[in-house]
């Protein structure tokens, strides 16, 4: 079953405090991974391997790029999940 | 002490080690003539023809933050550890360039700082557990933190970057002799005029079944699986190979000058040092002992020191048939019959062979030796070599004289790499 958007950025929330240490409640749809959130660019690839596997979809290396916020990644996530 | 700018201190001192996860804690283990030696873990061990080690008193990711720790190779946590403590220790309050509240100049100025840490073996941990990630879970689940962690010069660099060293971020990768190319690099790089502030040492995490199946394989390691803390025994007549260890020796080393400006506490002077090749066998040593001879000339001429200066020995010694007897007579070539009447405190007796951190962890030893003026004991020395005679300090620790005071800390490493130390009180 897919996720729903909530569980979608309570799951980011607990793949960014795995790989960033910031606190999941900081993880708000606003927020910049690299500028907000202290996930780098090698960081970054952590996250969307984490969440490729955890909400079920593929996001390819060219599609990385497009996804600065939290909110970027939840509707990409909610639109391609399997 | 004629403070020039050719003359160079120590100010700092850290390490982490098989006897404690810092510097002062492992000096007291090491008096107490401690074994840090044991049986490794069952379910990874078991089936190697080896099954001991000396492993960290204290686990690095203990101290480090977690999402710090996870980017890390085990052995450039150690690194980063160690050098904590030593730029705490040398007084510094913060990352170069940063100025002391109510001061109007940073301690140190970053153009003026340099990292050197060596390694033996690299962020082999790290190599070898994304391959079972690539193997087990497929190319995706590499992590993309593997080059970053594994590559050699990495403890270096987060060295570097956690004191701000903007002159450069150094790796000496010479074997076992790595930590202590670095401390010898250093003190060029502060007598060339390239910096003022070097913090220098050497790391090593290479407790993993390969390495030690590796090593095992080339009979290098003592087989005493039931008797751990009996495996490594230095000039013992009953020494069968080295016991692997790991950790970390990181010291702070400064110009006499710039030390003085900030008022700093100096542990010792690094003299000099003397670097060699044997060219004689990509891992036997030259039983001859003749580049070790050379590279303890070479320390010793460096430091304008004859026999009659040196007061204390910490030898390479690691308890390997061969290699022990030809560290001594090259000794007695080298000091005469002083030999026979110095001091020689064999502390892998205690620490293991920690490898690439080994010349950096006795550097530390060594300076404190001299400091404290207390060599520390040798363990497990029941029947001395009949090949070896010197005056090994034995159990308990042995006061040293008072007044000037010498020394010479050995390290050699495989590929015929010598590397000697020679360090005086300040």
Same mark, same amino acid.
């Given at each position: 079953?897919?996720?729903?958007?909530?569980?979608?950025?309570?799951?980011?929330?607990?793949?960014?405090?795995?790989?960033?240490?910031?606190?999941?409640?900081?993880?708000?749809?606003?927020?910049?991974?690299?500028?907000?959130?202290?996930?780098?660019?090698?960081?970054?690839?952590?996250?969307?391997?984490?969440?490729?596997?955890?909400?079920?979809?593929?996001?390819?290396?060219?599609?990385?790029?497009?996804?600065?916020?939290?909110?970027?990644?939840?509707?990409?996530?909610?639109?391609?999940?399997? | 002490?004629?403070?020039?700018?050719?003359?160079?201190?120590?100010?700092?001192?850290?390490?982490?080690?098989?006897?404690?996860?810092?510097?002062?804690?492992?000096?007291?283990?090491?008096?107490?003539?401690?074994?840090?030696? &044991?049986?490794?873990?069952?379910?990874?061990?078991?089936?190697?023809?080896?099954?001991?080690?000396?492993?960290?008193?204290?686990?690095?990711?203990?101290?480090?933050?977690?999402?710090?720790?996870?980017?890390?190779?085990?052995?450039?946590?150690?690194?980063?550890?160690?050098?904590?403590?030593?730029?705490?220790?040398?007084?510094?309050?913060?990352?170069?360039?940063?100025?002391?509240?109510?001061?109007?100049?940073?301690?140190?100025?970053?153009?003026?700082?340099?990292?050197?840490?060596?390694?033996?073996?690299?962020?082999?941990?790290?190599?070898?557990?994304?391959?079972?990630?690539?193997?087990?879970?497929?190319?995706?689940?590499?992590?993309?933190?593997?080059?970053?962690?594994?590559?050699?010069?990495?403890?270096?660099?987060?060295?570097?970057?956690?004191?701000?060293?903007?002159?450069?971020?150094?790796?000496?990768?010479?074997?076992?002799?790595?930590? =202590?190319?670095?401390?010898?690099?250093?003190? &060029?790089?502060?007598?060339?005029?390239? =910096?003022?502030?070097?913090?220098?040492?050497?790391?090593? =995490?290479?407790?993993?079944?390969?390495?030690?199946?590796?090593?095992?394989?080339?009979?290098?390691?003592?087989?005493?699986?039931?008797?751990?803390?009996?495996?490594?025994?230095?000039?013992?007549?009953?020494?069968?190979?080295?016991?692997?260890?790991?950790?970390?020796?990181?010291?702070?080393?400064?110009?006499?000058?710039?030390?003085?400006?900030?008022?700093?506490?100096?542990?010792?002077?690094?003299?000099?040092?003397?670097?060699?090749? @044997?060219?004689?066998?990509?891992?036997?040593?030259?039983?001859?002992?003749?580049?070790?001879?050379?590279?303890?000339?070479?320390?010793?001429? @460096?430091?304008?020191?004859?026999?009659?200066?040196?007061?204390?020995?910490?030898?390479?010694?690691?308890? $390997?048939?061969?290699?022990?007897?030809?560290? =001594?007579?090259? #000794?007695?070539?080298?000091?005469?019959?002083?030999?026979?009447?110095?001091?020689?405190?064999?502390?892998?007796?205690?620490?293991?062979?920690?490898?690439?951190?080994?010349?950096?962890?006795?550097?530390?030893?060594?300076?404190?030796? #001299?400091?404290?003026?207390?060599?520390?004991? $040798?363990?497990?020395?029941?029947?001395?070599?009949?090949?070896?005679?010197? &005056?090994?300090?034995? @159990?308990?620790?042995?006061?040293?004289?008072?007044?000037? #005071?010498?020394?010479?800390?050995?390290?050699?490493?495989?590929?015929?790499?010598?590397?000697?130390?020679?360090?005086?009180?300040?």
């Amino acid at each position: 079953m897919a996720a729903t958007k909530e569980e979608i950025v309570s799951g980011l929330a607990e793949i960014v405090n795995e790989v960033a240490g910031v606190p999941t409640e900081d993880v708000q749809l606003d927020k910049s991974f690299i500028d907000d959130l202290d996930v780098d660019s090698l960081s970054m690839v952590e996250v969307v391997v984490a969440a490729e596997e955890r909400f079920d979809v593929k996001i390819p290396d060219d599609d990385v790029k497009n996804l600065k916020t939290v909110g970027d990644a939840v509707e990409y996530i909610l639109s391609h999940q399997g | 002490m004629n403070a020039t700018s050719r003359t160079v201190v120590v100010t700092g001192l850290g390490a982490t080690t098989p006897l404690g996860g810092d510097a002062s804690s492992t000096w007291e283990a090491l008096l107490a003539g401690r074994s840090g030696a &044991d049986k490794l873990p069952e379910e990874l061990f078991g089936e190697l023809p080896v099954r001991i080690g000396a492993p960290a008193k204290v686990e690095p990711t203990e101290v480090l933050p977690r999402v710090q720790a996870r980017k890390l190779d085990r052995s450039a946590q150690f690194a980063l550890i160690a050098a904590r403590e030593a730029w705490a220790d040398a007084g510094f309050t913060g990352p170069a360039g940063s100025v002391p509240e109510g001061a109007s100049e940073p301690e140190a100025v970053p153009t003026r700082v340099a990292a050197v840490v060596g390694t033996g073996i690299g962020g082999v941990t790290t190599l070898l557990g994304q391959y079972d990630n690539l193997k087990n879970s497929g190319p995706r689940k590499v992590s993309p933190h593997t080059v970053p962690m594994l590559m050699p010069n990495s403890p270096a660099a987060n060295v570097g970057l956690e004191v701000n060293a903007k002159v450069a971020a150094h790796t000496t990768v010479s074997a076992c002799a790595s930590g =202590a190319e670095a401390i010898g690099y250093a003190l &060029d790089i502060i007598r060339a005029g390239r =910096a003022d502030v070097v913090i220098c040492g050497g790391t090593e =995490a290479a407790i993993h079944p390969l390495p030690l199946a590796a090593f095992a394989n080339m009979m290098a390691l003592s087989k005493r699986n039931d008797e751990p803390e009996l495996a490594s025994r230095p000039f013992d007549a009953g020494r069968d190979g080295f016991l692997l260890g790991e950790g970390a020796g990181i010291l702070v080393l400064e110009s006499a000058e710039h030390a003085a400006r900030r008022g700093a506490r100096v542990y010792a002077e690094i003299a000099g040092s003397g670097v060699s090749a @044997d060219s004689h066998h990509i891992a036997q040593p030259d039983p001859t002992g003749s580049g070790v001879e050379r590279a303890l000339r070479a320390a010793m001429e @460096d430091a304008g020191m004859t026999a009659e200066d040196i007061d204390h020995v910490n030898p390479h010694a690691t308890s $390997t048939p061969l290699g022990d007897t030809a560290e =001594a007579q090259a #000794l007695h070539r080298v000091l005469g019959e002083r030999a026979s009447a110095i001091p020689v405190s064999a502390t892998k007796s205690m620490t293991g062979h920690t490898l690439g951190a080994a010349g950096a962890i006795e550097a530390v030893f060594t300076v404190l030796a #001299l400091h404290e003026r207390l060599a520390p004991p $040798t363990i497990n020395l029941d029947e001395v070599d009949a090949d070896v005679d010197l &005056d090994i300090v034995v @159990d308990e620790p042995r006061k040293l004289a008072d007044g000037p #005071l010498g020394a010479l800390s050995n390290s050699f490493g495989f590929g015929g790499a010598n590397v000697v130390l020679a360090i005086r009180t300040a």
